[in-house]
């Protein structure tokens, strides 16, 4: 049992280059979130979804997009990167929205030049 | 504008000794509020939560407290571990914003041997 994983660990970026973020979860849970955490900053959502198929706007949502094909997958993709959108990037995922407690991947670290 | 804050980025105790960490928040739509604990290069692990409906939950070492009126809660660790030394995140959710998690920028705990 694995738990939360993410794929890669570290990255570098040139400015306007796109990459793929991958975060799988064995738990067979029903929500998965991306977060950003940036210096004296606490993490800030990105996007959520709620079920296979469905995706929903955070609280930082502009310059990424998801998608969550198959339920134990949850992809966080930038398409034209910058250098604000250097970061710790955390997935996470919860059985449901009464079970608030979200367990975590150990995050990707991405540095955009 | 942070609606949950935590306002010492670090704090200092001697083993043995209590840890109290201290957050606050401003949104009275708040009901739930968890700990998470994070190690260096790994994800943040949920640590203990609490209900609006309480004012106290206790787990083992670590208890939190919560008070309503002041927007307040703390986190207390009592004895204090080598161990316990991470960064310690308060988040809340509220039910209207679909269980998302607004995080603190966290507290850095050193617990000295």
């Known amino acids: 049992n694995a738990g939360v994983t993410q794929t890669p660990k570290f990255r570098v970026l040139k400015t306007g280059q796109s990459m793929t973020l991958l975060c799988a979860q064995d738990?067979?849970?029903?929500?998965m979130y991306w977060y950003r955490q940036d210096p004296g900053m606490g993490l800030r959502l990105i996007h959520y979804s709620v079920g296979e198929g469905t995706t929903a706007k955070g609280e930082v949502p502009d310059g990424y997009n998801v998608s969550r094909l198959k339920k134990q997958n949850f992809l966080l993709g930038l398409e034209s990167a910058a250098p604000s959108q250097t970061s710790v990037y955390f997935c996470?995922?919860?059985?449901?929205?009464?079970?608030?407690?979200?367990?975590f991947g150990p995050g990707t670290r991405l540095l955009v030049l | 504008d942070q609606q949950v804050k935590q306002n010492s980025p670090s704090l200092s105790v001697q083993e043995g000794r209590i840890s109290i960490l201290n957050c606050d928040y401003t949104n009275s739509m708040f009901d739930y509020f968890l700990w998470y604990k994070k190690y260096p290069a790994e994800g943040p692990t949920f640590l203990i939560s609490?209900?609006?409906?309480?004012d106290k939950n206790e787990d083992g070492r670590f208890t939190v407290f919560l008070n309503k009126s002041a927007k307040h809660l703390s986190l207390h660790i009592v004895p204090s571990q080598p161990g316990d030394s991470a960064v310690y995140f308060c988040?809340?959710?509220?039910?209207?914003?679909?269980?998302?998690?607004?995080f603190g920028s966290g507290t850095q705990l050193t617990v000295l041997p």
């Open positions: 988040a809340a959710s509220s039910s209207g914003s679909a269980r998302q998690l607004t």
């Open positions: 996470a995922s919860s059985r449901s929205l009464v079970a608030e407690t979200q367990y």
């Open positions: 609490i209900s609006s409906i309480k």
């Open positions: 738990m067979n849970h029903e929500y």
